[in-house]
Nanobody
Framework: QVQLVESGGGLVQPGGSLRLSCAAS????????MGWYRQAPGKQRELVAAITSGGSTNYADSVKGRFTISRDNAKNTVYLQMNSLKPEDTAVYYC??????????????WGQGTQVTVSS
């Protein structure tokens, strides 16, 4: 009943920028925290950035000063602006959201993932 659809991944050179988007749809009553995680080959999934419904943010130390998370509550969408990308940012990026629906209690939802590759 709830879908998270990501877009914006791709191949970029070191130092370049990408903007990821994630739109939530379905029988949504409320969206609480939203965030972006990433998983590189052979590594565990890690939190990249998160944002509360009120706009408070937190970031992984490795992306502070380079990535910016934002959200448009009217569109049920969260964004991740990634600047000064490095090869070590290469990973599959996943959108995550804490969502309450009209038919169930709050739950944790994930997008399908979008590949980000930073390479020359």
């Amino acid at each position: 009943q709830v879908q998270l659809v990501e877009s914006g991944g791709g191949l970029v050179q070191p130092g370049g920028s990408l903007r990821l988007s994630c739109a939530a749809s379905g029988s949504i009553f409320s969206i609480n925290a939203m965030g972006w995680y990433r998983q590189a080959p052979g590594k565990q999934r890690e939190l990249v950035a998160a944002i509360t419904s009120g706009g408070s943010t937190n970031y992984a130390d490795s992306v502070k000063g380079r990535f910016t998370i934002s959200r448009d509550n009217a569109k049920n969408t969260v964004y991740l602006q990634m600047n000064s990308l490095k090869p070590e940012d290469t990973a599959v990026y996943y959108c995550n959201a804490d969502i309450g629906t009209y038919y169930s209690a709050r739950g944790d939802y994930w997008g399908q993932g979008t590949q980000v590759t930073v390479s020359s």
